[in-house]
């Protein structure tokens, strides 16, 4: 039994074992779209969204798509994450800032992403500036909350073991109080991430002509279903390769003390 589990435990395992899911989707998905469970225009068949694949990228409009909505996420998710990481950092090691602000900051978290459509298009227009925006409000949530709570609870015999050897302000975050809560930190920064990605079909419903969130909603304005599901799978499989990289810099940056789970 050992022997099985470390066949599991390893990187080829844990690749193989991921796929088996995906795999049996495939099946029943073709196997629903050839049986006539389905109308071709409810459920193509997944030869229809290779060949949707092949029309878009015959168009040159394809790698367009995919190009500005991960510049849409890419910016939105740096500017997300870097107030998180500093109003997070600020409420978890400060108790009058955690008294002033947590209990706000919670509540602005309870507001669905469509909500701040609307103000957003007011305050910025309809370029590219409140898309941006919508997606580092994503992304802000879980890398704040992550870093607050991680730095609340650092291990305070580290922290009054590091005062006694002298170690204060910038010198006891950065060699106690950021290491401890290190795995905490990059596993917020993969939440914010995914949720950036959430976000982006939200924001990419205002005044959008390009973009995965487009794509995927002027599919189902036209009819297009195969192109549908091919939007679909496409914001699957960049969200999870954006956090498998994410995830090895996880695990560059903090070695043994990062785990991922995928």
């Known amino acids: 039994m050992a022997g099985v589990g470390g066949r599991w435990a ?8 991921g796929l088996v899911v995906p795999l049996v989707v495939l099946a029943a998905w073709q196997a629903a779209a050839t049986a006539g469970v389905f109308t071709p225009a409810q459920l193509p ?8 694949v ?7 409009e394809l790698w367009q798509h995919v190009a500005i909505s991960g510049q849409r996420v890419l910016l939105g998710f740096a500017a997300g994450a870097s107030a998180g990481v500093l109003l997070g950092a600020a409420v978890g090691l400060y108790p009058p800032v955690r008294a002033l602000l947590a209990p706000s900051v919670a509540a602005l978290r ?9 103000l957003l298009v007011l305050w910025l227009g309809i370029a590219e500036a409140p898309k941006i925006v919508l997606v580092a409000i994503g ?3 879980p890398v704040y909350t992550t870093v607050a709570t991680a730095l609340a609870h650092v291990d305070q015999h580290l922290v009054e073991a590091g005062r006694a050897y002298g170690l204060r302000g910038v010198a006891l975050l950065t060699r106690i109080q950021l290491p401890y809560a290190a795995p905490a930190v990059l596993a917020g920064l993969r939440l914010g991430l995914a949720q950036g990605w959430l976000f982006l079909v ?7 002509s390009m973009g995965l969130g487009f794509l995927l909603i002027d599919s189902q304005n036209t ?11 496409l914001l699957a499989l960049l969200g999870k390769a954006a956090d498998a990289l994410l995830g090895l810099l996880a695990r560059n940056l903090s070695g043994p003390l990062a785990h991922d789970p995928d």
């Open 10 to 17: 390893s990187r080829p395992g844990r690749v193989a074992a």
């Open 202 to 208: 939200a924001a990419e419903l205002i005044a959008s």
């Open 45 to 52: 068949a997944p030869s229809a969204v290779l060949a949707a």
């Open 110 to 118: 309870a507001v669905p992403s469509l909500a701040w459509v609307p």
């Open 139 to 141: 992304a802000f949530f």
């Open 54 to 60: 092949a029309e878009l990228a015959r168009r040159g």
């Open 223 to 233: 009819g297009r279903t195969d192109i549908l599901l091919l939007s679909i799978l």
